[in-house]
């Protein structure tokens, strides 16, 4: 047995006999399901009950696995329909211009300056095909191949996810000019 290993179980053996105060009862399913798909965070607090309730920790884990479930139903879908949920790897020649284009089989990315601030405008627009395939109520999200999370939300009547939010310091048009760079269409 490794440490890490007698210590996970020691961990879990305290947390099993932790008593309930009924405050794990204020984290409601929706609360956990927002953080999950990275429409919010979880509050100090939040975290706090998560650490202390059992009941909380059990809300935790049975959001967790529908969402588990509905992205894994989400791939199966994308996979029957055939649709292709990444931009393959560009070329380092791909960024630069405002506004640049993205495209892929199934999706197009547009990133352009936005014109009131010094910040980005982020527009994923999912192609006829996509569009059919998505429900309304899925929650989708711009990744690229480091993980960082380019925009995330529900599509709207135009077939698009727009982000007018970009809080990384590196500007979409540096990350682009990366070796490898690729950008991936997934549930949540």
């Not at 527009?123 to 380019?150: I, K, N, P, S």
């Not at 590196?170 to 950008?183: D, M, Y």
């Amino acid at each position: 047995m490794t440490m890490k290993r007698g210590m996970e179980e020691l961990f879990r053996a305290v947390l099993a006999v932790q008593d309930e105060d009924g405050q794990g009862a204020e984290l409601t399913e929706e609360r956990v399901r927002a953080v999950l798909l990275g429409l919010d965070v979880f509050t100090a607090d939040e975290e706090r009950m998560l650490a202390t309730s059992p009941l909380a920790r059990d809300t935790y884990a049975e959001v967790f696995e529908e969402v588990e479930i509905e992205r894994q139903v989400f791939r199966q879908r994308c996979e029957q329909a055939r649709l292709n949920t990444n931009t393959g790897v560009l070329l380092a020649a791909a960024g630069g211009h405002d506004p640049i284009e993205i495209p892929s089989d199934d999706f197009s990315v547009t990133i352009r300056s936005h014109p009131v601030s010094e910040g980005w405008i982020v527009t994923l627009t999912l192609r006829d095909r996509f569009r059919r395939m998505a429900r309304a109520e899925d929650v989708l999200a711009l990744v690229d191949d480091q993980g960082v999370t380019w925009l995330r939300g529900q599509v709207n009547t135009f077939g698009e996810i727009n982000s007018y939010e970009w809080p990384y310091d590196e500007t979409p048009a540096e990350r682009i000019q990366k070796s490898g760079f690729a950008l991936r269409v997934q549930h949540g």
